[in-house]
């Protein structure tokens, strides 16, 4: 019987070799060519916490595993929609926004906890800077709590900064293999430093984000002291749901799917049909009005992507139909 090939953990992704561990030693490694010829959609072959097989010689990656989860985005690219996997394998997700500098961008937000629903990935909100403007913050907790999400609101300066919530977080990324996502700006690798002692990455001021000076430059996966692994990516200037139906987008958001059983009609998109739950929940109050406003955006990109002859429209998406009245 012949010894089965080594396998091995994508750590990170350069331009022309991958960082894999295999046996607890990392190696570099480069890619085999066949990877290349057939990656479907996605942008790359492989990403950053692919389980991978080495080839015979223990020197390239010959293979990629099956994954559990992945965590991806819409690329545009020449001629066809492809995905950017942001991450793979991992078991939650982490949106980071500030409360101010920079200002919380909602259609970011929404769109990184729209695809985490999809994959079935728990995610979790994390306001930072919290001290910037609490009332604001408190506005914004009420808001995504509203629709079913956990947020976590925070603050890192020292004599304020918020302890239990910290610890919470710091249980949370021991406890999984979590990806962290966000504008830069927001205090990503600062959080990580705060709640992860040992583990620390570059952080910069604001005005050299500004200038464009990320302080996360690649995506890396990073075994924690006490269990657990955090992958801090470069930050992100918005998030395109990739290949999702117009008829699938609304159970991506908890607080509308909720409401449409009593809409009139069985297939409402809430884009001005009558009688609509959802519109009326709205101007209640009881659904945030951002929130609307960014399944309203992604619904029309659904929609347009849908129609005959777009690059998205031979694209596998669930949902679709005309609207019927309920009967």
Avoid at 14 to 31: F, S, T, Y
Avoid at 110 to 123: K, M, S
Avoid at 170 to 196: D, E, H, I, P
Avoid at 211 to 227: F, N, S, V
Wanted: charged share 25%; proline share 6%.
């Amino acid at each position: 019987m012949q010894p089965s090939s080594p396998q091995g953990l994508v750590l990170r992704i350069d331009a022309k070799v991958c960082h894999v561990e295999v046996d607890g030693e990392r190696r570099q490694l480069p890619l085999a060519g066949k990877l290349f010829e057939d990656k479907g959609h996605e942008r790359r072959p492989l990403a950053v916490g692919d389980r991978v097989v080495l080839d015979a010689t223990g020197k390239a990656i010959d293979a990629v595993l099956p994954r559990s989860s992945q965590l991806h985005r819409r690329a545009a690219a020449e001629g066809e929609e492809q995905a950017q996997v942001l991450a793979a394998n991992i078991t939650h997700v982490l949106a980071v926004a500030s409360v101010r500098e920079p200002a919380f961008q909602p259609e970011l937000v929404d769109g990184v906890l729209a695809t985490a629903a999809r994959e079935r990935i728990p995610a979790t909100l994390v306001l930072s800077k919290i001290d910037l403007d609490e009332a604001l913050a408190a506005t914004w907790t009420r808001a995504y709590a509203d629709a079913g999400v956990r947020v976590l609101g925070t603050c890192t300066v020292p004599d304020r900064s918020t302890e239990a919530t910290l610890r919470e977080l710091g249980t949370l990324l021991r406890q999984n293999r979590s990806v962290v996502v966000g504008l830069s700006g927001t205090g990503k690798s600062s959080l990580l430093n705060a709640v992860l002692p040992g583990v620390q990455l570059r952080t910069g001021d604001l005005n050299h984000i500004r200038q464009g000076r990320h302080t996360t430059t690649h995506t890396e996966l990073i075994p924690l002291p006490g269990g657990g692994h955090v992958l801090d990516t470069p930050g992100v200037r918005n998030f395109h749901l990739f290949c999702v139906g117009s008829q699938e987008l609304q159970f991506l958001f908890p607080e509308i799917a909720q409401r449409l059983p009593h809409c009139e009609y069985r297939s409402c998109l809430h884009d001005g049909e009558a009688r609509c739950a959802v519109k009326d929940a709205v101007e209640r109050g009881e659904i945030a009005a951002s929130r609307y406003r960014s399944y309203h955006t992604m619904l029309q990109d659904a929609l347009a992507a849908e129609r005959p002859g777009s690059k998205a429209s031979r694209q596998p998406a669930r949902g679709g139909g005309r609207r019927r009245p309920r009967g």
